[in-house]
């Protein structure tokens, strides 16, 4: 079989892109130019907030969002062990304790039950992350942070555009979130993120933050508080201008394909798909993830459909076992949904023009592969 590999993701980058890059490149204002407020802009035209922050990576989005709910030293955060690894280190970096609780089953989002049973004195907030593009339970995290006095801080890197239970948009429930745009999210800048504020205040901090702690009206080597370099370059809001004019398209083609591949992949045995929506929520395609039978060899089938040019990637580890967690006491069998979820999960490649033909032949490597 000599098919082309199949890529694992595949960012959507057109002439618009390429014409507002240049338009940047000639304008010789390469950083804190007028595209990086353009960007900020639509973005939050487009989410329908007062105003959003640029940031360059979700990460560093994370980090600011950590310090403006003043999370530090002697605080504990309840957060997912099944997240991306930045979701546990941005509270790291601010001397933040993580303190892990175990997922809903279905949703594989961070179990409210689980989380208010894992408060304690010195709580200060809770982390919840839109996993797989579907929004956390946030009717109760809220219902928990305000009987509680909490802080909130929403990780929706892998959810632009997902509706949750009451029918509204992922970072828009008015406290803190996040957004990343790494290459294989729903709509890229190559590298960056965007953290959405309160209120006027929290945005003109958040400005001067990720900008070495100057204020808007300072000269460059003024500063007035503890800052960082977190500054989006306008090459990369260029791209994002161009993306966000096309995201509905995006993810509408997102959604489309993840229904190409379920009406394929539902055919094959032993597999568990993403759940359906349920009343209002709509999932953001951002991967597809399915679950392998218990007992499969993941790393194996891996291997077989590697060698039939189809890139699948073990995902998610949880991340309570890395060694920054572990440091603090966390070990296997703590977080038994999770785990048990993280070893048996597999990302397929995943993309907006994917066809029928593409899923067919995921479909038949994996069934192959499950019984080879
Ligand atoms: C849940 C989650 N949080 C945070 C991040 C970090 O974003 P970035 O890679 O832009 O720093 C990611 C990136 O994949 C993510 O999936």
Not at 147 to 167: V, Y
Request: charged content about 25%; proline content about 6%.
């Amino acid at each position: 079989m000599n098919e082309e590999p199949l890529p694992l993701a595949k960012p959507v980058i057109g002439e618009e892109e390429e014409r507002l890059v240049l338009e940047v490149l000639r304008s010789g204002h390469l950083s804190l130019g007028p595209m990086g407020r353009r960007f900020e802009e639509d973005f939050a035209a487009w989410l329908g907030v007062d105003d959003a922050v640029s940031t360059n990576s979700g990460t560093t989005a994370l980090h600011l969002g950590v310090r403006a709910n003043g999370w530090g030293p002697g605080d504990e955060v309840v957060l997912t062990p099944f997240t991306f690894v930045a979701s546990g280190n941005c509270l790291l970096y601010e001397g933040v304790k993580p303190v892990f609780a175990d997922i809903d089953p279905v949703s594989l989002n961070l179990d409210p039950a689980a989380a208010e049973a894992a408060i304690g004195d010195n709580t200060a907030g809770i982390l919840p992350v839109d996993i797989f593009g579907s929004s956390a339970a946030w009717p109760e995290f809220e219902r928990i942070a305000a009987d509680r006095g909490l802080g909130l801080l929403e990780d929706s890197a892998q959810a632009l555009g997902a509706i949750d239970e009451e029918g509204r948009k992922a970072g828009t429930r008015g406290h803190l979130s996040i957004f990343a745009f790494y290459a294989n999210k729903q709509m890229t800048t190559g590298e960056g993120g965007m953290i959405i504020p309160r209120n006027p205040a929290e945005a003109e901090t958040l400005r001067s933050e990720r900008n070495q702690g100057r204020a808007v009206d300072m000269n460059w080597l003024d500063h007035d508080r503890l800052g960082f370099n977190y500054r989006l370059s306008d090459i990369a809001a260029a791209v994002g201008v161009a993306q966000v004019a096309k995201l509905d398209r995006i993810l509408a083609d997102r959604a489309r394909a993840a229904s190409i591949y379920a009406e394929h992949l539902g055919e094959v045995e032993g597999i568990e798909l993403p759940p359906a929506d349920q009343g209002k929520a709509r999932r953001s395609w951002f991967v597809y993830p399915v679950r392998l039978p218990e007992g499969a060899d993941r790393d194996g089938i891996i291997r077989t459909l590697g060698e039939a040019g189809i890139p699948a990637k073990a995902y998610l580890p949880a991340i309570h076992l890395f060694p920054q967690f572990r440091e603090l006491g966390y070990r296997e069998g703590q977080f038994p949904i999770a785990e048990g979820v993280a070893a048996r999960s597999m990302a397929l490649p995943f993309y907006g023009d994917l066809s029928d033909a593409d899923a067919e032949r995921v479909a038949s490597a994996l069934r192959s592969a499950l019984t080879a």
